[in-house]
């Protein structure tokens, strides 16, 4: 039986990495108009080399940016560079194809839904009201409310108590196996593997089920409820 359905949010909901990707050639360019004089492909190897080491939901990159290239900030090419950042941003942060009408099918079918996600809060609050999910999750937890990343069972246990929900009638939906799937099978939540988020190139991820488009959940709930078409 499935009564409630957890989602990662970034490569799962939304196509983030590929949101990140244009956001960041966006502002590359802004501050190469701007003034900042060095190849693209420097700036970006630089800019890849800071997501690496303090992550990828970091906040000053463009400073720490600022700071190698010039020992200081120079406030031109920053600002240039966040205001290419943050419009490419908004304008390329969508769902992927599916996903509403599957949430609403899910609710429909008398799901709760929950997400659990390692962006800070602001962040990723924003990101679901930008796509404009906001309202439709009857719990979302993130890392600024459970201090653990996933894999921990912290996040995970959270949310199952957030949704009134015990662990072995609750799917984990996600990206990335060795978080989502390892997680949420600790605590015993049945698995789904979202193959058409995963930027891993993943051969094993041991899941209970995969998906290659998100509308296959339904279905899913469906058998698994034996929920039988009228």
């Not at 949101?19 to 190897?45: C, N, S, W």
């Not at 000053?60 to 120079?74: A, P, R, S, W």
């Not at 009201?129 to 409310?145: E, Q």
């Amino acid at each position: 039986m499935i009564k409630a359905i957890v989602f990662d949010l970034d490569n799962t909901l939304v196509d983030f990495m590929r949101m990140k990707r244009i956001a960041i050639e966006a502002a590359i360019k802004a501050m190469i108009d701007a003034g900042l004089d060095k190849p693209y492909q420097v700036i970006k190897e630089k800019i890849d080399k800071i997501y690496n080491e303090k992550g990828i939901e970091h906040q000053q990159v463009f400073d720490l940016l600022m700071t190698h290239f010039y020992g200081k900030i120079n406030y031109k090419v920053l600002s240039a560079g966040v205001v290419a950042y943050r419009t490419a941003r908004e304008a390329e942060l969508n769902t992927y194809p599916k996903v509403i009408p599957t949430l609403i099918s899910l609710i429909k079918l008398g799901i709760k839904l929950g997400v659990v996600s390692d962006a800070p809060s602001k962040e990723a609050w924003l990101r679901l009201s930008y796509i404009g999910l906001h309202h439709i999750f009857d719990a979302v937890i993130t890392y600024d409310d459970s201090h653990h990343r996933k894999p921990s069972p912290i996040p995970f246990n959270m949310i199952l108590k957030e949704l009134n929900t015990d662990a072995k009638d609750a799917l984990m939906v996600g990206d990335w196996a060795e978080r989502d799937v390892v997680g949420a099978k600790a605590v015993g939540m049945k698995t789904c593997f979202a193959k058409y988020g995963d930027t891993f190139n993943t051969l094993l991820h041991e899941a209970d089920f995969e998906i290659n488009d998100i509308a296959e959940l339904v279905e899913i709930v469906k058998k698994e409820n034996k929920i039988v078409a009228l």
